[in-house]
C-alpha cells in the first residue's frame, strides 16, 4: 500500500529563504566567508526586561494549560498597545494567542476560505499567503506592487480583480518584501472599493513598529467602513527580536471571534503561559525601556546608508524603503535574472541576497536585501557590491 499525501498539499513547496540560508551554511562550513542579508530576523538579542519576565512567570509557575485565545492580561495588553500606539480601542475579548504571525496567517485564512473562494493578495509578498489559500482550495489572485507606484496598491487593478466569489483581500504594509507603507489615502480607496460588499480584510501588521522619515502605519481598522472587516494579525518577532519566541495574536471583530478561537484550539490548544505573561510586560513596559525605539533607530541607520550606497552605483538601484527591514533592490540593469544575479553574486563575491522571484512574478528584476543584518556586515557587504558593479561593466556590453 502507498500512502500518498494529500492533493491539497500537492503545490507545497520548500522556502526558497531557507534553502538558500541552507546552502549559505554549507558554504561557510567549505570556508567561503558569507555576508547574509537573507532572514528577516534582526540581530539584536531579546531585550533583558522580556527574558527576565519569561524567567519570573516560570518560577511563578506559569506552566499550565492557557485558554485557547490567551490569558486575559496579555489580551488586555494588545489592547492597551492599539489604544495607545494606534489610536484604535479593541475589547480584550476580540485578540486570540496564535503560534507567530505564520500561525495567524494559517489560522485567519483556513477558517474562512472554501474551496471556490478567492482571496486577492500582494505581488510580491511572502508566499505563506498564496501557500494557505491553495492548502484552503481557494482561488488565489493577485494585485501587483510595483516600483513606479511606489509599491502602492493600483486599485483600478484591485477592482478588476473583484467578483461574487471574492472572500478576501490580504494586505501587508508595511510590507515584506518590498518595504512600502500603504498610505491612509491609498487604503481609503480600498475601502471605497469593497464597499457593501460581503468581503474582508486580513491586515498583517507585524512590521507596524518599524517606520521611518515620520511615517505612521495605518491599519485598515483604522478607515471607519472597514473597522468591522478587518482580521489584524501582528506579533513580536521582528520590532522585539523575538523570533524565536513563536507567539503573535489576532484581532477579529467580535463577529468573527467564535470560529477562529474554537479553529485555534484545535490547531494549536494554546501558547506557553509563560511566553504570554513574558508578552504582555513586552507590550506593558515598552514605553519605559524603548528597546524598539533604539532597535528601529539602528534599522534606520542601515537603511539610510545601503539605500545611498545602492542609489551610487550603476547597475543598482532602490527606492528608500517607508517601513519593515528590507531594501528592493533593482538589478535589471544586470541583465540576469532574479535568480541568476542572487547565485553569481554569492558564488562570486560572498554576498547572499534572497531573489525577487520568489515573492511573485512581479519580484522578478528585484532582490531582497534584510538590513536586519549589523551595519559591520552593511559596510563590508557594500564594498563588495561596489566591485561587483565595477566588474559588470566587463558583462553588460
Not at 513547496?13 to 528577516?40: H, N, P, Q, W
Request: proline share 5%; charged share 25%; glycine share 6%.
Amino acid at each position: 500500500m502507498t500512502l500518498r499525501k494529500a492533493h491539497r498539499l500537492d503545490n507545497l513547496t520548500f522556502s526558497k529563504i531557507r534553502m538558500t540560508s541552507k546552502l549559505m551554511d554549507e558554504l561557510e562550513a567549505s570556508g567561503k566567508e558569507i555576508v547574509r542579508f537573507t532572514y528577516g530576523q534582526p540581530d539584536f538579542p531579546t531585550p533583558q526586561y522580556i527574558v527576565d519576565a519569561c524567567k519570573k512567570a516560570l518560577d511563578d509557575g506559569f506552566t499550565t494549560y492557557p485558554d485557547y485565545c490567551g490569558p486575559l492580561n496579555f489580551r488586555q495588553a494588545v489592547c492597551d498597545k492599539y489604544e495607545r500606539e494606534n489610536g484604535l480601542k479593541f475589547d480584550a475579548d476580540q485578540v486570540i494567542s496564535t503560534c507567530g504571525a505564520a500561525q495567524a496567517a494559517y489560522l485567519v485564512l483556513t477558517t474562512f476560505l472554501d474551496p471556490g473562494d478567492e482571496v486577492i493578495i500582494p505581488n510580491p509578498m511572502y508566499n505563506i499567503y498564496k501557500i494557505i489559500g491553495q492548502i484552503c482550495g481557494a482561488t488565489v489572485k493577485e494585485y501587483a506592487l510595483k516600483e513606479e507606484n511606489d509599491f502602492q496598491i493600483d486599485t483600478k487593478e484591485l477592482a478588476g480583480l473583484i467578483t461574487d466569489k471574492t472572500k478576501m483581500i490580504v494586505i501587508c504594509s508595511p510590507s515584506n518584501p518590498v518595504g512600502g507603507v500603504l498610505t491612509k489615502e491609498n487604503l481609503q480607496a480600498v475601502a471605497d472599493i469593497v464597499g457593501d460588499k460581503d468581503i474582508f480584510i486580513c491586515s498583517d501588521e507585524i512590521y507596524e513598529r518599524l517606520t521611518y522619515d515620520g511615517v505612521e502605519p495605518v491599519s485598515p481598522a483604522s478607515i471607519p467602513s472597514l473597522r468591522e472587516k478587518t482580521i489584524i494579525i501582528n506579533g513580536f518577532s521582528k520590532a522585539f527580536a523575538m523570533t524565536g519566541w513563536r507567539f503573535g495574536y489576532v484581532i477579529t471583530p467580535k463577529e468573527f471571534w467564535e470560529p477562529l478561537y474554537l479553529h485555534a484550539g484545535h490547531q494549536v490548544s494554546g501558547i506557553p503561559a509563560f511566553v504570554l505573561e513574558a508578552g504582555a510586560v513586552a507590550l506593558n513596559d515598552e514605553p519605559k525601556y524603548k528597546t524598539v525605539e533604539m532597535m528601529r533607530q539602528s534599522f534606520d541607520e542601515r537603511r539610510q546608508f545601503l539605500v545611498k550606497e545602492i542609489n551610487s552605483m550603476k547597475h543598482f538601484s532602490c527606492l528608500t524603503p517607508k517601513g519593515a527591514f528590507y531594501i528592493f533592490m533593482n538589478i535589471k540593469k544586470t541583465g540576469m535574472t532574479s535568480d541568476e544575479f542572487c547565485d553569481w553574486l554569492v558564488q562570486n563575491y560572498g554576498i547572499a541576497m534572497i531573489t525577487g522571484s520568489c515573492f511573485g512574478s512581479e519580484g522578478e528584476g528585484f532582490v531582497r536585501i534584510s538590513y536586519a543584518s549589523s551595519m559591520e556586515e552593511c559596510k563590508k557587504a557594500m564594498v563588495l557590491l561596489h566591485q561587483a558593479d565595477k566588474d559588470l561593466d566587463e558583462i553588460v556590453k
